[in-house]
């Protein structure tokens, strides 16, 4: 598989495991703890969260809105399904496209006739493998799907990744012990990949500015590009009656961000990007980041200061004559506690990069 692709997924994995292992309270603490905190942590909580939803177990923020904030299975997804009619922002993995398609379907409480199309409309927020996987199983019946212009000819050309993603699939949900209710979907997946070409997975309708504006299911969505920042094809999808924002990849909350130059990827246009996303929000908005849980403007704002920062202490460490093979191995106090620490020096290597053009 290729090597972004792979590095990603790996670190989803390796977060999911640091995180289940935190997760886990040993039974000589819970031994320790006097009385009192231990009545409180038995008590349900005052305010009972709805049960997830479908195989994949959507979230629900509000009334036919829906999403996953869940490393283990690529990047951030959103799912409106109202009136008969579904929206998508998203589509993780290729052996996940099936299970989002049967959610979504049965949200809208419709079949899914071979050959025949479901009121789905898609959006890609940008190309990313792990943003666009499922791309090839929902793109053939979705009735709409758009993605930013440049990143057609990028989903284009990732077809082989595609193809080998829907084929370790299987063996992926086996050896992650992942529920078994994925399996068929992923099995099917790597069956169809056989008859998968360049143009199966690539959206059918190119955006190339901010102020598109669909209405799936009586719900409001503005579709927003602001320049090159994560990717020179990112999508910033706004939905301003519900007050929630779709960011990409343009947020990694509690996460390192992925840097990717080759995709023209810019810290001073990100920042760029983040300043005019931050506009679209209030205090009550809703974030829902591309990777990292779904939060609310700080979010945003605590993005910006990681960029800024990274900007500010390379541009000193340049200025102070430090060569770039000391730098990337740095660190700065903004960074600490952040997950993806794999990726870190690969973000400080591309913004010296792009500071020292
Ligand atoms: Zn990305």
Known sequence: MPTRQTTMHDLNRRAFLTHTTRGGLALSALAAMPMSTLGRMLQPAAKEEP??????????????????????MGGNTLLVASQGQALLVDTKYPYLGGAILNDAANLINADIPANDSIELTLINTHHHGDHTGGNAIIVPIASASYAHANALPRIKSQLERYVQGAKAGPSELARNEADEKLMPFA???????????????????????????????????????????????????H????????????VFNGLHP????????????????????????????????????????????????????LIASIQTEIEKGTPKEEIVEMSWEFMNGLGFEQIRSRIISGVYDELSA
């Open 51 to 72: 049960l997830p939803v479908g195989v994949l177990g959507w979230k629900t923020l509000q009334k036919d809105i829906y999403a996953i904030a869940d490393q283990t």
């Open 258 to 309: 992925y840097f990717d130059p080759s995709a023209n990827a810019s810290a001073n246009g990100w920042i760029e990007s983040l300043r005019q996303t931050r506009k679209l929000c209030n205090a009550e908005t809703t974030v829902i980041p591309g990777h990292g849980p779904i939060a609310g403007p700080e979010v945003i704002d605590t993005q910006i200061k990681y960029f800024e920062s």
């Open 239 to 250: 939905l301003p009656d519900h007050n929630i924002v779709h960011t990409g990849d343009l």
């Open 187 to 237: 099995k099917s997946a790597a069956e169809a990949s056989k008859a998968w070409t360049e143009k199966t997975a690539v959206p059918k309708i190119a955006i190339s500015g901010s102020g598109t504006t669909l209405s799936i299911g009586g719900i409001t969505l503005v579709i927003n590009h602001y320049g090159s920042g994560h990717t020179d094809n990112d999508l910033v999808i």
